[in-house]
């Protein structure tokens, strides 16, 4: 004997098994990308770098404000299909602020609580937009605490914390699905040089240039990929010595990148090369761009540039051509009251204006750049990586 059909099965066919919550999420984080566009690849007119052509990925235009929109919209994804997110669940993350902001935008989207860990030193510009998505700010005197701060919290309010320095290399789909670098090079196809010499990427939780190094390999592309780390950073040391126990006591002054501790995220054995840029230089390039681009640039931006012009200054001399690629990290209108106010600097001891100078007339006229900047191939895969 048959069993009766239904007539709404016979119709619509068997009854579908729904997550529910999950699903809704996942459907509303999808509908936001969607929604969204994809970020300009920009091309930097230098007339007196003729035969090297410069690009800047512009991640400061998603909808929040940074490169950390991708990162968030991934670990959101990852947390909610690994059954971490549920409804209700809070949401805790240790950040310098670029991170909390964006995250801040997705948990509203889904509806669960958000609470961020940050040190007392974050600009003002991000605590508010992290207040403004609903989440709430955690202040911390001593940046070294701020993970295990973090993981306190997330214990106390039974929730869930998003450890983006551990899980950021992992969360993104380093192989495609339209990440930033098939993004890079699908935007480079009609140019005369596609395949980059050099992509260069600043480091906070080594995530951008995981993805960027992994994705090189894995379509065989020429392409190296240079980090640039800061003055204040664990990083440079530990791929310098394979030693990924490498700490620095100072905190980055620059914003978003820079770390105590050689964080998990970052992948050594997928770049080439790193340069150590100091502080003042990181300055000096973001002001150089600013006034190239005719808008405010982030001093990660400027660490980035100013490793860019090296590598461009090193193609002129030795005669060489080819095209180079960075990112924009996000807008300078965050960094108003720090990076482009002249007291905060002297405050801090540092001159940006005699880089300035010596990068101003290598673009202007390509005059050999004569700066001193630890620079550093890649020596030999880490000793003690996760
Ligand atoms: C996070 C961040 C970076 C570095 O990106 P990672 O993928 O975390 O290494 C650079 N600049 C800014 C402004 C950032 O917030």
Not at 76 to 98: D, K, Q, W
Not at 188 to 215: D, F, H, K, N
Not at 367 to 380: E, F
Request: aromatic letters at 8%; proline letters at 6%.
């Amino acid at each position: 004997m048959t069993p009766p059909i239904a007539p709404h099965s016979a119709m619509m066919g068997p009854p579908r098994y729904r997550r529910g919550w999950v699903d809704d999420a996942v459907a509303a984080i999808e509908a936001d990308q969607c929604r969204t566009a994809d970020t300009h690849l920009i091309r930097l007119i230098v007339p007196a770098l003729a035969g090297i052509d410069i690009y800047l990925k512009d991640e400061s235009t998603h909808p929040t404000g940074s490169l950390k929109h991708r990162l968030a919209r991934s670990l959101f994804l990852y947390a909610l299909c690994n059954g971490h997110i549920r409804e209700g669940t809070p949401v805790v993350e240790a950040s310098s602020g670029s991170t909390a902001v964006s995250e801040a935008y997705f948990a509203q989207m889904i509806g669960v609580p958000f609470y961020a860990v940050m040190p007392r030193t974050t600009s003002a510009e991000k605590i508010a937009a992290i207040t403004h998505y609903g989440g709430n700010c955690h202040l911390i005197d001593d940046g070294r605490f701020l993970y295990a701060e973090a993981a306190a919290l997330a214990a106390r309010l039974g929730g869930h914390y998003m450890d983006q320095f551990t899980f950021a290399e992992r969360a993104t789909d380093w192989r495609g699905n339209n990440n930033i670098a098939e993004s890079i090079f699908n935007q480079l196809q009609g140019e005369r040089c596609p395949l980059p010499e050099w992509i260069v990427m600043s480091a906070g939780t080594g995530g951008t240039s995981a993805t960027i190094g992994r994705y090189l390999r894995y379509r065989r592309h020429p392409t190296r990929l240079c980090v640039a780390d800061v003055e204040h950073s664990a990083f440079f040391d530990a791929f310098c010595k394979g030693d990924c126990a490498q700490t620095c006591e100072r905190p980055s002054l620059i914003e978003g990148v820079g770390r105590p501790r050689c964080e998990p995220s970052f992948v050594p054995g997928v770049v080439d090369r790193m340069m150590k840029v100091p502080d003042a230089a990181s300055i000096a390039a973001m002001n150089v761009l600013t006034r190239r681009l005719r808008r405010p640039v982030g001093g990660s931006t400027g660490t980035n540039f100013l490793a860019l012009c090296r590598l461009a200054a090193q193609m002129r001399e030795a005669g060489t051509t080819g095209s180079l690629v960075t990112l924009i990290c996000d807008s300078g209108e965050r960094y108003r009251q720090t990076y482009y106010e002249p007291q905060w600097l002297a405050a801090r001891g540092l001159d940006p204006a005699p880089v300035e100078a010596v990068l101003t007339a290598f673009l202007d006229t390509g005059t050999p750049m004569g700066l001193d900047i630890l620079d550093a191939d890649n020596p030999c895969q880490m000793r003690g990586a996760a």
